[in-house]
């Protein structure tokens, strides 16, 4: 069993940035893939970014490419969201994902652990 909780989020202005915390709970995470996903008001939840269980391979969305960076400090249980040159269309509930999935696997189903989310807003 594997708890997940998010952290980081908040307010800032486009452009600024941001770095989202993932703790964990539970010695399996370490070997599972994580993911973020991010929910906007009115929207489905989308696929931003996952990085493999050895952190060194990760995949992301084409909206955040080059703005993005994932990390995992296994001796920490925790992962990271690095998000720079936020903008206003970044405003989301953020939520990271456990699973034994691909580090490209982008859908929802891939993983079986989910945080409870933390709001990013970006002010223009």
């Known amino acids: 069993q594997v708890q997940l909780g998010e952290s980081g989020g908040g307010l800032v202005q486009a452009g600024g940035s941001l770095r989202l915390s993932c703790a964990a709970s539970?010695?399996?995470?370490?070997?599972?893939?994580m993911g973020w996903f991010r929910q906007a008001p009115g929207k489905e939840r989308e696929f931003v970014a996952a990085?493999?269980?050895?952190?060194?391979?990760?995949y992301y969305a084409d909206s955040v490419k080059g703005r993005v960076t994932l990390s995992r400090d296994h001796a920490k249980n925790t992962g990271y969201l690095q998000m720079n040159s936020l903008k206003p269309e970044d405003t989301a509930v953020y939520y990271c994902?456990?699973?034994?999935?691909?580090?490209?696997?982008?859908?929802?189903?891939?993983?079986?652990?989910w945080g409870q989310g933390t709001q990013v807003t970006v002010s223009s």
């Open positions: 994902a456990a699973g034994p999935a691909r580090y490209s696997a982008t859908t929802s189903d891939a993983y079986d652990y």
């Open positions: 539970g010695r399996t995470f370490s070997s599972y893939t």
């Open positions: 990085i493999a269980w050895s952190g060194i391979r990760s």
